[in-house]
């Protein structure tokens, strides 16, 4: 069955990096598109970035120029790397593969 672990994330200060990790099992990870998605508190989902089986990635605008998708196909695992992090980026992060997905990690920006 796929299985999405999470870890990373955390409490941060504006101006700040995290990175999070997605270990995934269950499925041929290397032929999959991943996701990450977040919910801001009493926000619904929003669709953060996308990475494809072949590389190629896109980012939605708001975090554009400042996260980084990027996957190990030798380890199954995704990674979210989140510099220069915003107040607006405080939310619940999730990795996902179609209509699966992560426990959901925490990100606080707070100062």
């Known amino acids: 069955q796929v299985q999405l672990v999470q870890s990373g994330g955390g409490l941060v200060q504006p101006g700040g990096s995290l990175r999070l990790s997605c270990a995934a099992s269950?499925?041929?990870?290397?032929?999959?598109?991943m996701n990450w998605v977040r919910q801001a508190p009493g926000k619904g989902d929003e669709w953060v970035s996308t990475?494809?089986?072949?590389?190629?990635?896109i980012y939605a605008d708001a975090v554009k120029g400042r996260f980084t998708i990027s996957r190990d196909n030798a380890k199954n695992t995704l990674y979210l790397q989140m510099n220069n992090l915003k107040p607006e980026d405080t939310a619940v992060y999730y990795c996902?593969?179609?209509?699966?997905r992560g426990q959901g990690t925490q990100v606080t920006v707070s100062s």
């Open positions: 269950g499925f041929t990870f290397s032929s999959a598109a």
């Open positions: 996902s593969k179609g209509t699966f």
């Open positions: 990475i494809w089986s072949d590389g190629g990635r």
